[in-house]
Nanobody
Framework: QVQLVESGGGLVQPGGSLRLSCAVS????????MGWYRQAPGKQRELVAA???????NYADSVKGRFTVSRDSAKNTVFLQMNSLKPEDTAVYYC???????????????WGQGTQVTVSS
């Protein structure tokens, strides 16, 4: 069984910062890509940022220059540093991990439970 546990969400004023963390635990061989999606009320879930096992990153245009995704492979943890937050960043943020496990070393996508980020004055 694999679990993703998120932390770090909350309420912040416009222009402020938050740092999200997501730790992967359980029985697995390795982790490929990790990252973050978000879903605002009435909108589809969208990719925010992703990072490969080799450290390559990808960002949504709306967060480039403000958000930074990173990972600590030794601790199986992915982070999202969010700076210069805007009200339109308000959403539930979900982490994900592409985990390799099982006898045949197949990859499976796992999700965190979601953490609320609210940007408001």
């Amino acid at each position: 069984q694999v679990q993703l546990v998120e932390s770090g969400g909350g309420l912040v004023q416009p222009g402020g910062s938050l740092r999200l963390s997501c730790a992967v635990s359980g029985s697995f061989f390795s982790i490929n890509a990790m990252g973050w999606y978000r879903q605002a009320p009435g909108k589809q879930r969208e990719l925010v940022a992703a990072i490969t096992s080799g450290g390559s990153t990808n960002y949504a245009d709306s967060v480039k220059g403000r958000f930074t995704v990173s990972r600590d492979s030794a601790k199986n943890t992915v982070f999202l540093q969010m700076n210069s937050l805007k009200p339109e960043d308000t959403a539930v943020y979900y982490c994900y991990a592409d985990v390799v496990r099982g006898t045949f070393l197949r990859s499976y996508l796992y999700w965190g439970q979601g953490t609320q980020v609210t940007v408001s004055s």
